[in-house]
C-alpha cells in the first residue's frame, strides 16, 4: 500500500517503528521542534487557535443535544429494557445494580468500534497501515469528510455525556476520578483535533481503544449471569474467563503497542515531516502521551488481576471498594474478603 503526498507521489509506507525508535526520534524530534520555536508561548498560542481552529457554532449546538440525548438514551433503555432483563435473569441485588451500566456501554462500544473498524478496513482511508498518511496533504481550515463527521459526532457527544455519567450514574471505582479525567482527555482531543483537522488521527485512536471497552463489558455481564437464580452457569463462567484473557491481551496489543508505535509516532515524528508547521504539536503530542500514561496505570490493574485470577481463580475487579467501606481498598485483597465482581478495568478511547 501506498500513501500520497500531493504532487509528491507515492510515497513508500514506513515499517512500523520499535520502542526504542519511539523514544529515540520523538525525543529528539519535540526537542529540536521545541529549540526551533523562538516565539512559543500564549501570543502565539491565541494567534494559532484563531488562524487554524474551525469550528461552528451548529457542531457546538449538536454536540450538546446528541450528549443530552446519550443520556437520556441511556436512561430509557436501563428503564425499558437493561432493569426489566436483569429481574428477568434473577441476577444477584449487587450484579443487578450494576448490570445496565455494562449493557448500555456494551452496545454503545460495540457500534462505535464497528464503525471505525469499517472507516479504517473497508473504505480507502490508509490510516492504520499507514500512520504518517494520517498528515498527507493537511491544510488548515481543510473540510471534513462526512463521514468521519458523524464519527466524532458520536463519539464527542458520547464523551461529553461520560464525564456526567461517571460522577452521577456509574457504580464509583477506585479508579472512577482517573476516569473523569480520561474523559475530560478524550474530550480535548477530539474536539482540537476536530477544529484543528486532525481528524484522520483520530479515527485511529478511537478504533484502538474501543475493543477494550467490548471485551470488558461482555465479560462483566458474563460474570453477573454465572451467578443467575441463585445458582452457577458453567458457559458464563467460561465466557468470562475466555473474555478476560483476551481483554488483557488486546489491551497491551491495542494500547501499548499499537497506539504508541502508529499513533504517537506519527504525531511526534511524521507529523512534521508532512506539516512542518503543524498547530498545536506540542498540545496533541502532550494528550496523547497522557492518554498512554493511563493506560500503562491501568495496565498495572490488568495484571493484579490475572495475578489474583491464577491465584485464587476467582475473576474480581481490583478496582472496586469493600462494601459498606467508603475508603479505597488496596489492590489486592484476601481472597476470603471478596465479593464476585466485574473484571478488570474500563475506559473509553477512548477514551
Given at each position: 500500500m501506498s500513501g500520497h503526498t500531493g504532487d509528491a507521489g507515492p510515497v513508500e509506507v514506513?515499517?512500523?517503528?520499535?520502542?526504542?525508535?519511539?523514544?529515540?526520534?520523538?525525543?529528539?524530534?519535540?526537542?529540536?521542534?521545541?529549540?526551533?520555536?523562538?516565539?512559543?508561548?500564549?501570543?502565539?498560542?491565541?494567534?494559532?487557535?484563531?488562524?487554524?481552529a474551525n469550528i461552528t457554532l451548529t457542531e457546538i449546538t449538536l454536540f450538546f443535544f446528541c450528549a443530552f440525548l446519550w443520556t437520556q438514551v441511556r436512561r430509557g433503555l436501563t428503564q425499558c429494557l437493561f432493569q426489566p432483563l436483569a429481574q428477568w435473569c434473577r441476577l444477584l441485588p449487587k450484579d443487578a445494580a450494576k448490570m445496565p451500566e455494562s449493557a448500555w456501554k456494551l452496545v454503545f462500544y460495540t457500534m462505535?468500534?464497528?464503525y471505525s473498524t469499517y472507516l479504517l478496513f473497508f473504505t480507502s482511508y490508509s490510516f492504520f497501515h499507514d500512520p504518517p498518511s494520517i498528515?498527507?496533504?493537511?491544510?488548515?481550515?481543510?473540510?471534513?469528510?462526512?463521514?468521519?463527521?458523524?464519527?466524532?459526532?458520536?463519539?464527542?457527544s458520547f464523551y461529553g455525556h461520560s464525564i456526567y455519567a461517571t460522577v452521577y450514574m456509574d457504580a464509583w471505582r477506585k479508579d472512577s476520578a482517573?476516569?473523569?479525567?480520561?474523559?475530560?482527555?478524550?474530550?480535548?482531543?477530539?474536539?482540537?483535533?476536530?477544529?484543528?483537522r486532525f481528524h484522520n488521527g483520530g479515527i485511529l485512536v478511537l478504533f484502538l481503544h474501543d475493543i477494550n471497552d467490548i471485551q470488558l463489558e461482555f465479560t462483566k455481564l458474563n460474570i453477573y449471569l454465572k451467578s443467575r437464580g441463585e445458582g452457577y452457569h458453567l458457559l458464563n463462567d467460561v465466557l468470562s474467563n475466555m473474555g478476560s484473557v483476551s481483554f488483557s491481551i488486546t489491551w497491551f496489543w491495542f494500547r501499548l503497542y499499537w497506539f504508541p508505535l502508529k499513533v504517537l509516532y506519527a504525531t511526534c515524528v511524521s507529523s512534521l515531516q508532512s506539516v512542518p508547521n503543524f498547530?498545536?504539536?506540542?498540545?496533541?503530542s502532550t494528550l496523547l502521551l497522557a492518554l498512554l500514561l493511563?493506560?500503562?496505570?491501568?495496565?498495572?490493574?490488568?495484571?493484579?488481576?490475572?495475578?489474583?485470577?491464577?491465584?485464587?481463580k476467582e475473576v474480581n475487579d481490583v478496582r472496586e471498594y469493600k462494601e459498606g467501606n467508603n475508603v479505597a481498598a488496596g489492590l489486592l485483597r484476601e481472597p476470603q474478603a471478596e465479593n464476585h465482581d466485574d473484571a478488570g478495568h474500563h475506559n473509553s478511547a477512548q477514551g
Open positions: 514506513e515499517p512500523m517503528p520499535g520502542y526504542l525508535d519511539l523514544i529515540t526520534r520523538a525525543s529528539t524530534v519535540m526537542l529540536g521542534a521545541w529549540r526551533d520555536c523562538n516565539h512559543c508561548g500564549l501570543e502565539l498560542s491565541k494567534r494559532t487557535l484563531l488562524d487554524n462505535s468500534w464497528s498528515f498527507y496533504n493537511w491544510k488548515s481550515g481543510m473540510s471534513v469528510p462526512t463521514d468521519i463527521a458523524i464519527a466524532y459526532l458520536i463519539q464527542g482517573v476516569m473523569v479525567v480520561h474523559h475530560i482527555i478524550t474530550l480535548a482531543l477530539i474536539s482540537f483535533s476536530y477544529a484543528f498547530p498545536f504539536y506540542f498540545f496533541f493511563m493506560n500503562i496505570y491501568w495496565f498495572l490493574f490488568i495484571v493484579v488481576f490475572v495475578v489474583k485470577v491464577l491465584k485464587v
